[in-house]
């Protein structure tokens, strides 16, 4: 099991900048990438960026594409995810998440075994 910790959130007005932080600690090894989504009230909850631990290969949804940059440091089994200009449409609770063992390129929700608490992020227009 992988635990998962976020932290990095707040509130910031459009066209700012915020750094989340996922720290990884439990069985990392069994898992090939860590993902983060996010949640907005009454949404689902949707996929925004993935890492792969070896090599850092990365994917990223559409809607944050160019904007936001997701990036790992290994030796303190640390994701982190960029965002820059910032939009009130990104305003949601973001969770990052470990892929299942076995699933190479995780993207649904099913895909992810683990998942951490949960940072609120919110854009003021």
């Known amino acids: 099991q992988v635990q998962l910790v976020e932290s990095g959130g707040g509130l910031v007005e459009a066209g700012g900048s915020l750094r989340l932080s996922c720290v990884a600690s439990g069985r990392t090894s069994g898992s090939y990438a860590v993902g983060w989504f996010r949640q907005a009230p009454g949404k689902e909850r949707e996929f925004v960026a993935r890492?792969?631990?070896?090599?850092?290969?990365?994917y990223y949804a559409d809607s944050v594409k160019g904007r936001f940059a997701i990036s790992r440091d290994n030796a303190k089994n640390t994701v982190y995810l960029q965002m820059n200009s910032l939009k009130p449409e990104d305003t949601a609770v973001y969770y990052c998440?470990?892929?299942?063992?076995?699933?190479?390129?995780?993207?649904?929700?099913?895909?992810?075994?683990?998942w951490g608490q949960g940072t609120q992020v919110t854009v003021s227009s």
């Open positions: 998440a470990a892929g299942r063992s076995g699933v190479y390129f995780p993207i649904r929700v099913a895909d992810f075994g683990s």
């Open positions: 890492i792969h631990w070896s090599g850092g290969v990365t």
